[in-house]
């Protein structure tokens, strides 16, 4: 009984660290995310030939209404967390700067991922190997 009760500790203070990490991560994608929409939506506003303008004038002319800002900033972050996927969208380039920056983010995010995975693998392998902010004694 004592055995059970010290697995359940263990266990639950490993599964608390787990969703910590999990939940840090997901904060972070999100968070990276929000940041590449932001500089997406500034660049094709800046641009009377940018992707908004195309948007809004697919909206209007589906709902003879202008869209909203929300509508546009998931616009956006759609775009955004797709660049990240391999998922895809109906808003694309219309500019070079556009098309630059697409570039950009896809070549970023590959970097990004790839890195991560590879931290995430190296720490499955060494799950006990001391962090580099560890002090070590002779």
Same mark, same amino acid.
């Given at each position: 009984?004592?055995?059970?009760?010290?697995?359940?500790?263990? %266990? !639950?203070?490993?599964?608390?660290? /787990?969703?910590?990490?999990? *939940?840090?991560?997901?904060?972070?994608? +999100?968070?990276?995310?929000?940041?590449?929409?932001?500089?997406?939506?500034?660049?094709?506003?800046?641009?009377?030939?940018?992707?908004? %303008? !195309?948007?809004?004038?697919?909206? /209007?002319?589906?709902?003879? *209404?202008?869209?909203?800002?929300?509508? +546009?900033?998931?616009?956006?972050?759609?775009?955004?967390?797709?660049?990240?996927?391999?998922?895809?969208?109906?808003?694309?380039?219309?500019?070079?700067?556009?098309?630059?920056?697409?570039?950009?983010?896809?070549?970023?995010?590959?970097?990004?991922?790839?890195?991560?995975?590879?931290?995430?693998?190296?720490?499955?392998?060494?799950?006990?190997?001391?962090?580099?902010?560890?002090?070590?004694?002779?």
């Amino acid at each position: 009984s004592k055995m059970f009760s010290g697995l359940r500790i263990l %266990t !639950e203070s490993e599964l608390s660290v /787990v969703s910590a990490k999990i *939940t840090a991560w997901i904060v972070g994608v +999100l968070l990276l995310n929000h940041m590449v929409a932001c500089l997406w939506f500034f660049l094709g506003d800046s641009n009377k030939r940018g992707w908004v %303008t !195309e948007e809004k004038d697919k909206y /209007v002319l589906k709902y003879d *209404t202008q869209p909203s800002n929300f509508y +546009l900033y998931t616009t956006s972050l759609h775009w955004a967390v797709t660049q990240f996927t391999p998922a895809s969208m109906e808003v694309v380039p219309q500019n070079s700067f556009e098309r630059a920056f697409t570039i950009m983010v896809i070549i970023m995010a590959l970097v990004a991922f790839s890195s991560l995975l590879r931290f995430q693998l190296v720490l499955e392998k060494h799950p006990h190997a001391p962090s580099r902010t560890t002090a070590r004694t002779p």
